[in-house]
Structures are given as structure tokens and as C-alpha cells.
């Protein structure tokens, strides 16, 4: 496993009476982003990448009395299949119109000297930073894994290659700034076997994934999306369940089994298994909805899976109890 990294601000500059002018521009000129040790594997290479944020998809400010919100995408892309530069324009297009805070996304793929890291195609795209996970490694010829898209002021990032090694699965963490409160988002993507071996596999991820989360969060909440490869909830998920909501479900309480995350012209049966799962208690499920279910062209589809979109809203912290002396 390589040697950990993580993404670490520099202190911005404070003013001060009576500072010169010259000395306050200094300063703030010297404000920015540097890497340093952290404890989760991480390449140096794959630090979150900066972007140009388009200033006209940055949310308003709230008032301090409003309720802080996020939207969130996730996409499993299906890597480069199926005409990837068409249904990358078409993805890019939607995504843009949208606008989601944060963007998760699995299958994600680069080849050298043929296809750019999808990831951060669609980033510049859309003028985001984001973050590549892959178990395979820098330089490789192909590399596959995760990755995590923001519009919002990154504060950490951390990566880790998840248990049972063999599986080769990948887990990638962003600590982003929601009007000032951090929030951590992680995305992952999970055995696929049907069997019990995939249950038991699942499960073991699920643990591991679990503790990762527990080593970089802070105490902020937390949401975690991704491909699953089982419905919300089954077994494969419990511990996940234990301090976690299915956003989609929260939602759509009465919703049917007929609904599907799986293209059903690609695949024979539906089935809900990619999640947007939010931190209950620090979190709020408030709307959720299914993305990219209809064709872009005759016969021509975003991907094998459809995508979820969801807005969270952040529990209203209680205020704060004054002791009598």
C-alpha cells in the first residue's frame, strides 16, 4: 500500500489594525492548498485536482437563519463503453443543468494515450475539483475506480483500497465546506457476486468502509454513495444501517419494487442498488429522484445504470444549554 496522503490547507491571512496595505496583499497571495501526511492510502498524484468553478453554478448564500443544504449526484458510467464521447457530452450537459453540489461517481476509467481520466473530463466540463481513486497505480496503463466531483470548497481528502484485498475495491473520502459546516462524502462500489460469497464479501467492505470512515470524519456528518450491489435493505448492509438512511427510500417510503437503478433495457430485471446513504441525525433526506432513465438518442442511454439524485439538508444543531452558576 502506498504511502498516505492527505489535502491540507494554509491558514488564511487575518487582518490586522493598521497593517500596511502591501503587507495584507502578501499575505493573502500566499494563501493555498498544500499535501501532506495524513493516515488513509493516498497517491500523490491523485490530491484533489482544482478546477475553475463557474461562479454562476455557485449556490446563494443562506441566511444565517436558513437551513444549510447539499445536492448530490451519483453515476455508476459504465467506463468507456458504448460510445463514451457521445454519452460523456450528454452526461456533462445534464450534470451542468443540475448543478449538484458534490458528484460521485464508480466505473471510472483512464487509458493512456486513449481516454482521458473520465473524471476529470467531466470535471473540467463542468469547472469542479475532484478526486480519483483506482487500486491501480500511477502510471499504469489502465486504470479503474472511483472518483469524487465538488463544486464546493474542498477541505480533506483521503483514499483507501478496501478489505478483502483481493477484491480490488476502492473507497475515496472529500471533507467539503457547506456554508461553513463541513460535511464528509465518500463514495464506494461493492462486490457484485449474488451469491453468499458476495454477501460475505459485501459485508466485510461494509466494515471496512465503516472504520475508514470513522479515522477521517471528525465529528462531521457524513453521507456515502456509490454502486452497493444490493438493495438497501438487505443483510449485506445491516451495520451500514445501523447509523445510516437510504436517502431514496426515506423519500419515497411506499415506493415499489419495480423501481430500478439498473437501465432495464440492459438488464432483465430492476433491481435499487445504487444509494445515497445520509448520517440520521445530522442529516435530512428531503428529495430524491432517479437520473438518466430515459435515452439521450434512439437506443443510445448515459449508461447502464441510472443515476440518483438527492438534496440533504443539515440537521438544525439544538442551541446550547446555558447552566445555571
Known amino acids: 500500500m502506498s504511502q498516505a496522503w492527505r489535502l491540507s490547507r494554509a491558514a488564511p491571512a487575518r487582518r490586522g489594525a493598521g497593517w500596511p496595505v502591501a503587507l495584507l496583499a502578501l499575505l493573502l497571495c500566499s494563501t493555498g492548498v498544500q499535501a501532506g501526511q495524513g493516515t488513509q492510502s493516498m497517491q500523490p498524484s491523485e490530491a484533489v485536482q482544482r478546477g475553475t468553478i463557474d461562479p454562476a453554478a455557485q449556490a446563494a448564500k443562506p441566511s444565517s437563519t436558513a437551513p444549510r443544504e447539499m445536492t448530490l449526484v451519483t453515476l455508476n458510467l459504465h467506463h468507456d463503453r458504448e460510445n463514451w464521447p457521445a454519452r460523456r457530452a450528454?452526461?456533462?450537459?445534464?450534470?451542468?443543468?443540475?448543478?449538484?453540489?458534490?458528484?460521485?461517481?464508480?466505473?471510472?476509467?483512464?487509458?493512456?494515450?486513449?481516454?482521458?481520466?473520465?473524471?476529470?473530463?467531466?470535471?473540467?466540463?463542468?469547472?469542479?475539483?475532484?478526486?480519483?481513486?483506482?487500486?491501480?497505480?500511477?502510471?499504469?496503463?489502465?486504470?479503474?475506480?472511483?472518483?469524487?466531483?465538488?463544486?464546493?470548497?474542498?477541505?480533506?481528502?483521503?483514499?483507501?483500497?478496501?478489505?478483502?484485498?483481493?477484491d480490488y475495491r476502492v473507497a475515496a473520502h472529500l471533507q467539503v465546506d457547506v456554508d461553513g459546516q463541513p460535511v464528509n462524502v465518500y463514495v464506494t462500489h461493492l462486490n457484485e457476486r449474488t451469491d453468499?460469497?458476495?454477501?460475505?464479501?459485501?459485508?466485510?467492505?461494509?466494515?471496512?468502509?465503516?472504520?475508514?470512515?470513522?479515522?477521517?470524519?471528525?465529528?462531521?456528518?457524513?453521507?456515502?454513495?456509490?454502486?452497493?450491489?444490493?438493495?438497501?435493505?438487505?443483510?449485506?448492509?445491516?451495520?451500514?444501517?445501523?447509523?445510516?438512511?437510504?436517502?431514496?427510500?426515506?423519500?419515497?417510503?411506499?415506493?415499489?419494487?419495480?423501481?430500478?437503478?439498473?437501465?432495464?433495457?440492459?438488464?432483465?430485471?430492476?433491481?435499487?442498488?445504487d444509494h445515497v446513504f445520509f448520517q440520521q441525525n445530522r442529516l435530512l433526506a428531503r428529495e430524491a429522484r432517479i437520473l438518466f432513465d430515459t435515452p439521450y438518442a434512439e437506443g443510445r442511454w448515459a449508461s447502464d445504470h441510472y443515476g440518483v439524485w438527492v438534496r440533504l439538508q443539515l440537521a438544525l444543531e439544538p442551541p446550547p444549554t446555558h447552566q445555571m452558576p
Open 90 to 166: 450528454y452526461i456533462a450537459k445534464e450534470l451542468k443543468q443540475l448543478a449538484p453540489d458534490v458528484i460521485a461517481l464508480q466505473e471510472v476509467i483512464e487509458r493512456r494515450g486513449s481516454v482521458e481520466n473520465q473524471a476529470a473530463w467531466l470535471a473540467r466540463k463542468l469547472g469542479y475539483d475532484y478526486t480519483s481513486a483506482s487500486v491501480d497505480p500511477v502510471g499504469a496503463p489502465k486504470r479503474y475506480g472511483n472518483a469524487l466531483l465538488s463544486r464546493r470548497n474542498v477541505l480533506a481528502t483521503h483514499q483507501r483500497l478496501l478489505q478483502p484485498l483481493d
Open 196 to 273: 453468499a460469497r458476495g454477501t460475505a464479501t459485501r459485508k466485510r467492505q461494509v466494515t471496512d468502509l465503516l472504520d475508514f470512515i470513522a479515522s477521517n470524519s471528525e465529528q462531521a456528518p457524513v453521507v456515502i454513495a456509490g454502486d452497493f450491489n444490493t438493495a438497501a435493505d438487505t443483510l449485506d448492509l445491516e451495520a451500514l444501517r445501523k447509523g445510516y438512511g437510504d436517502s431514496y427510500g426515506s423519500v419515497h417510503r411506499n415506493s415499489e419494487d419495480t423501481v430500478s437503478t439498473l437501465n432495464m433495457h440492459v438488464f432483465d430485471k430492476p433491481a435499487r442498488i
